[in-house]
């Protein structure tokens, strides 16, 4: 890889090569931030398979990634509340760009491109005001800072696109936090998560979970085929969670998916990372803090099963099913009741897998 990296690199540099793919980079499925054992950090290209087609060093440690929709280019983002994101040439291994977050800002670790891949879209953190922000970014001019518009809400997680459109979802989680406080939660007792859906700028849609549930986090997002937003919670509350799994559509209300009390406290309250099975009638889970993955059958909205794995935390759509990632190491693809273990390379996956449903076929 080192030889054809370098070769790419040459060509591109001379005006030689063709506009560049994913295919360029190995047509990875998925993308992960990863540590090893002697403290270094890195971003991985894996494939379907389990093998990192690439590893890209990073100088702290990942979060989640952006992919740009047709350019093999990712934009990794630092830990919360990092207040830098780095652009990669996945293809030549090359630092394109670094993303600072404007004064009196951080960024969440989290991003989405519009459908043509012009613009980056960030959640971002007005400290000072206590406010959500969504950061805007010209992928076409070297990812110049363009401007920002307001989430919604307070503490913006996730964001994601619907299928086909330019709509943003973004996961308002509700928490107030502030660099000076550490990872400390400053506003429990009234914050107020939502989901809110934007385009250009404008505020779409906003939906909220019933006020006697305000205490439960909304911070983690899957979108199907259709549009149905599944996500993920994180509870704050000192009386037993309702649910930590909730389902929406634009125009409709919000509803909870049902556990039994026991599979709820396995969770402790905490949901890492939510994923669609491939045919989109299961719903996945995961739960570091639990060590466990739970799986949601999509039109019941019932619990239907748990597997027990420690330090999970990734969830990917995959072939036939959901490819789940631990901090231990492990790649696991959840297929019906089969479960089986993939090659991961001793490597620690942080938290989230990043599926890659693009084309990529050679430009």
Not at 27 to 39: I, T, V
Not at 80 to 102: F, M
Not at 176 to 196: Q, V
């Amino acid at each position: 890889m080192p030889n054809r990296r370098q070769f790419i690199a040459g060509m591109l540099a001379t005006g030689l090569a063709p506009t560049s793919s994913w295919g360029d980079a190995g047509a990875p499925a998925y993308l992960s931030a990863a540590a090893h054992s002697d403290g270094s950090y890195a971003l991985c290209g894996i494939s379907d398979a389990g093998d990192v087609i690439f590893e890209i060093p990073l100088p702290t440690r990942g979060h989640a990634a952006a992919a740009h929709p047709t350019r093999p280019e990712a934009v990794a983002f630092a830990r919360r509340p990092g207040t830098y994101a780095i652009v990669i040439n996945c293809a030549t291994g090359a630092q394109q760009a670094v993303l600072d977050a404007p004064i009196g800002r951080h960024f969440y670790g989290h991003g989405v491109f519009s459908q043509d891949g012009a613009w980056l879209f960030t959640t971002e953190n007005d400290y000072a005001a206590g406010r959500g922000r969504v950061g805007v970014w010209d992928a076409a001019n070297g990812y110049a800072r363009a401007g920002e518009y307001d989430s919604g809400g307070t503490g913006p997680h996730d964001i994601k696109r619907l299928p086909g459109s330019d709509i943003l979802v973004v996961a308002n989680g509700g928490i107030d936090t502030h660099p000076e406080s550490g990872r400390a939660k400053l506003n429990i007792p009234t914050m107020k998560p939502n989901l809110t859906y934007i385009r250009a700028g404008e505020l779409l849609e906003t939906a909220e979970l019933s006020p006697e549930w305000h205490k439960n986090s909304i911070r983690h997002l899957a979108i199907s085929r259709e549009g149905q937003v599944a996500f993920g919670m994180q509870w704050q509350g000192d009386q037993p969670e309702p649910a930590l799994v909730g389902v929406h559509r634009m125009g409709e209300g919000i509803q909870l998916l049902t556990a039994p009390d026991n599979a709820l406290r396995n969770m402790q309250a905490y949901v890492g990372s939510i994923a669609y099975s491939s045919d989109e009638r299961e719903i996945v889970v995961t739960s570091p803090r639990g060590g466990i993955a739970q799986r949601y059958n999509a039109q019941s909205r019932q619990l239907t099963a748990e597997i027990s794995l420690t330090d999970v935390c990734g969830a990917a759509t995959a072939p036939q099913g959901v490819l789940v990632s631990t901090g231990t190491g492990a790649l696991v693809h959840l297929q019906g009741e089969q479960m089986v273990t993939l090659r991961g390379g001793g490597r620690q996956w942080d938290n989230h897998l990043i599926g890659l449903k693009l084309d990529t076929a050679k430009a």
